[in-house]
């Protein structure tokens, strides 16, 4: 029937291993994203996966009904898995991820945040002044190391579902403060290894003018983006696909060279729902 359709479902799961009545999963989608599934009982599923600094494991439920928004208990802890598969692993779980920039009020000082598997990487960032109409090179490079600490475990988060079958650990968050900077100037700047090879693309950001004088600036402006996901799959508590749009069509107006002083999100930036693992 459609009833017991909607409880057979593959979710993405991490730690490899784990029970996953204790938890959520990162992803998931219902079996009957494929057409043919309700009569063939087959489904070609696919996920795009984040390294998510841990082996993961894909396992398929049967007679087991997502949660809705509106449960008290958004667990799964009744469901017992159909099948399972895995470790699907990665090749370096210290890769930097969810690099971003984070303006200050001295705008001869920029913060470069990152997040890793463990402290002791060796990571730091490659800093280099560039022409903003050439790209070419000004000077000599920098390095900067960052400071590494843990950004938050279950203990510090206040009740389920958070602290409990929402956890997820988000790792080591690396912040490098870069000093010196010239107002007004454009940098180029990437993370690399202890031995100086990149890890990340290069990125650029420009500095602010310096205070004073007759200036105008144009600002790309959003709010309440939500989340989605580029694959199809659902997330827990799922909300936001729309998101994608907006997130595109900031991609599409860079990339014909509108240009943009300053991009700025003004909230919410999470939703804040309990499950970290989206």
């Known amino acids: 029937s459609d009833a017991e ?13 784990i029970n996953a009545s204790t938890t959520t999963p990162i992803k998931y989608s219902l079996a009957t994203v494929d057409a043919g599934y ?9 996920f795009r996966v984040l390294n998510m600094r841990v082996p993961l494991d894909i396992i398929f439920f049967r007679d087991c009904r997502v949660p809705v928004y509106t449960d008290a208990d958004r667990s799964i802890h009744s469901c017992n898995a159909t099948l399972r598969v895995g470790p ?19 705008q001869t000082t920029m913060g470069v945040a990152w997040t890793t598997k ?14 903003s109409e050439t ?4 000077g000599e490079p920098e390095i900067f190391t960052p400071q590494a600490e843990q950004a938050y475990t279950a203990g510090n988060l206040c009740d389920a ?11 080591v968050r690396n912040v490098a403060v870069l000093t010196g900077l010239e107002p007004g100037a454009r940098y180029n ?5 202890a031995a100086g090879a990149n890890l990340t693309s290069f990125e650029v950001f420009d500095t602010p003018t310096a205070a004073g004088g007759d200036k105008s600036a144009s600002l790309l402006v959003f709010a309440d983006l939500g989340r989605g996901t580029e694959d199809g799959a659902l997330t827990w508590d799922d909300y936001g696909r729309p998101a994608l749009n907006t997130s595109r069509r900031m991609r599409e107006d860079l990339d014909r060279g509108i240009g943009f002083d300053g991009i700025f999100h003004v909230g919410d930036i999470s939703y804040a729902v309990g499950f970290l693992s989206i």
């Not at 909607?6 to 993405?12: E, F, K, L, R, S």
């Not at 309700?38 to 696919?46: F, L, M, Q, T, Y």
């Not at 790209?135 to 000004?138: A, I, V």
Request: net charge negative.
């Open 5 to 17: 359709l909607q409880t057979q479902w593959i979710g993405v799961f991490g730690p490899s291993g």
């Open 38 to 46: 309700a009569s063939s009982g087959v489904a070609d599923i696919n």
């Open 88 to 106: 699907i692993t990665f090749a370096d779980y210290d890769l930097p991820h969810r690099i971003s920039l984070l303006r200050r009020t001295d």
């Open 118 to 131: 463990t402290a002791t990487t060796g990571q730091q960032v490659w800093l280099q002044r560039v022409q």
């Open 135 to 138: 790209g070419m090179p000004l």
């Open 161 to 171: 579902p958070a602290a409990t079958y929402g956890y997820f650990n988000p790792g």
């Open 189 to 193: 700047y990437t993370v690399v290894d």
